[in-house]
């Protein structure tokens, strides 16, 4: 583990390259260029407030802005896509870098580090966008705000456990590249993002303890829809629980190094 | 201390009932694979400081799994491999390139990839550039490359720090024929400063010219494990014993190997070199009009016999060679116990050295088809310059020259 995170600070200038590389390179050539990261979870956004903003928004409760569903939406995708798009991008890291890792003698873990950087630059430039977004419809948030880095290093760490040890036996098992979208799909609705708690019937609520996103969700909604704290055990028993998923991730990692090439 | 040493080394690729399995044995169940192949084994050797080796075997013979091992990439199964100092292996030219990035933060971003700091890339980045001589494109999207200049960035970067082990995969092909005298060039210096040389090559002549040293790789295993020329022979009657031949070395007095192989309906039966007196010659005096007599036995009916020789110097390298296919001189349908004497004259414009004569009996233009007798150091002259104006080189080119004096 030790090795590991020296062999990462040597390699600390080419993971700053990549990360820079990776976002200048996806919008090469396309005028609108980094905007585009922003562009797709606001047009979600959207999508969900003019179809569902009649269903639901009564049931949001009443913050004093008409646009309160809105708000509401966005602060759950901006947790949620940090999270999807982290698991997303390493599910298939180590195999689109295949021929990477077998011609180049470098410390594998650079490259999930690589997708942390990046996710992390999309979330907080949505965040800035979202911040903007939220000024324009009169909505200011509050001190509570300073929650939001634990926040999302709760989701990153929950994000990248996940996405680690999905990446790892993606390369072994290709099923689970196919299934993991899909499961991806079906957590996003079993979370309170497009809908309130308050739809779920009392009697399953209990099934939403088995979500890990649903009290990091729940926390981002807290500081910046509600202006309040967020349920602070509830977000350090996530973080212990994504330490130790993170464990077993880099547990695995190592243990799959050496064999991931024979297979690739 | 040696700069890399394999001891024992192997690699298996391991099948298991399922990939579950294999995951399985990952998290640390005590399952074992149903099969294991191994692809390398019991591999042993020692590379010093400043040597130069070839690498060469057949299509599938593990050479490019050692080198994975070597440079880090595979795992070893067993055995080891240690390596003292720093590896640069050019397998892929131009790995991890992006089109969309320039040609300078490409280079970045590749130097980066093999551990360099921010301050040594840009330390070493005017030499990159000026190496690859790409002039202003150097600050274009390398998508705007011709494959020759991407070729001049991608391996000027892999090439920027001098490493202690520097592994080159296949012929350095690598653009113009300027730059490819420019790539071995820096290949030279490195190994003048110490930098060992791995090549992996079927090209001959860039071995033997580059190399002190061969390892042939069979199965994987080596089987071969010295000077490039015997190596290069033995490799060559390998491939030709595809043909369900034999193979057999036979050590000469010098020390030398010679390897004869085939199938062995023809064979050489006698080879003497004669000089301009008709005598049978050791030594022979540079332009001296020589003739060699080749002496063949068939011993089974065959289509065709094709004698084909070539002359070799010290180095293997192929001075002249030529065979009576492409003198349209085949012999048709010979009987089995005829005999057949060759009788070839030459002037031997060699320069001074000793040569060594190859010869091949196959039914055709190649020794890979039909090949009855393939037989290295068949003969060994020795080139001697009694009465020319001294030269160097392998070549006797008498030059004419007259010096004028340009009055203004």
Known sequence: MFIMFRALWQYRYFVLSSIKNEFTTRFARSSLGGLWVIFNPLAQVAIYALILSNVLAAKIPNIGNQYSFAIYLTAGILAWSLFSDIITRCLNLFIAQGNLLKKVMFPKVVLPTIVVGTSLLDNFMLFISILGIFALLGHAPTIQILWLPILTLATLALGISFGLILGVLNVFIRDIGQAVPIILQIAFWFTPIVYPLSIIPESYRYLLYFNPMYPIVKGYQDVLVYGTAPEFTQISIILAISMVLLGFGFFLFQRASEEMADVL | ?408
């Open chain 2, 1 to 408: 201390m040696s700069l890399l040493s394999v001891n024992n080394l192997g690699k298996a690729f391991k099948v298991y009932k399922s990939e579950l399995h294999r995951v399985g044995r990952l998290i640390g169940l005590p399952i074992k694979p149903i099969e294991e192949n191994w692809v390398l084994r019991h591999v042993n050797f020692d590379i010093e400081p400043g040597e130069a080796i070839g690498i060469i075997g057949q299509n599938g013979a593990g050479k490019s799994t050692l080198l994975k091992m070597i440079t880090g990439t595979l795992s070893a199964s067993e055995g080891n491999c240690v390596v003292n100092g720093r590896i640069a292996a050019i397998l892929e030219l131009g790995m991890g390139f992006n089109p969309e990035l320039t040609g300078r933060q490409n280079v970045i971003h590749a130097a980066g990839l093999m551990g360099f700091s921010g301050e040594q890339i840009q330390q070493a980045l005017p030499d990159i550039e000026s190496f690859a001589e790409i002039g202003e494109y150097f600050y274009e999207p390398i998508r705007t490359y011709s494959s020759g200049m991407y070729l001049r960035v991608a391996f000027s970067v892999a090439t920027a720090y001098r490493p202690e082990i520097l592994i080159v995969d296949e012929a350095l092909s690598v653009g113009d024929a300027y730059f490819q005298h420019k790539c071995f060039q820096r290949i030279r210096e490195f190994q003048e400063q110490g930098t060992t040389l791995l090549i992996v090559s079927h090209d001959r002549s860039a071995i033997q010219g580059i190399c002190d040293r061969a390892i042939l790789l069979e199965n994987g295993a080596v089987i071969k494990d010295g000077n490039p020329e015997e190596t290069f022979d033995l490799y060559n009657a390998i491939i030709a014993e595809k043909e369900n031949s034999t193979v057999d070395v036979k050590q000469l007095k010098d020390g030398r190997a010679q390897t004869s192989s085939g199938t062995g309906e023809a064979r050489v039966t006698e080879i003497v070199l004669y000089n301009s007196k008709g005598e049978a010659a050791e030594f022979i005096g540079v332009g001296e009009q020589v003739k060699l007599c080749i002496k063949v036995k068939v011993r089974k009916d065959i289509e065709n016999l094709v004698l084909g020789y070539g002359i070799k110097d010290r180095l293997g390298q192929v001075m002249y060679g030529t065979n009576t296919w492409h003198t349209d001189q085949s012999v048709k349908k010979p009987k089995a116990g005829e005999e057949y004497q060759f009788i070839i004259t030459f002037p031997a414009n060699l320069g001074v050295g000793s040569y060594s004569i190859q010869t091949a009996l196959t039914n055709s233009d190649t020794h890979l088809t039909g090949n009855y007798e393939w037989r290295d150091l068949a003969l060994v002259f020795n080139m001697i310059n009694v009465e020319k104006t001294t030269f160097i080189g392998s070549l006797w080119s008498e030059p004419t020259i007259t010096i004028e004096e340009i009055t203004r």
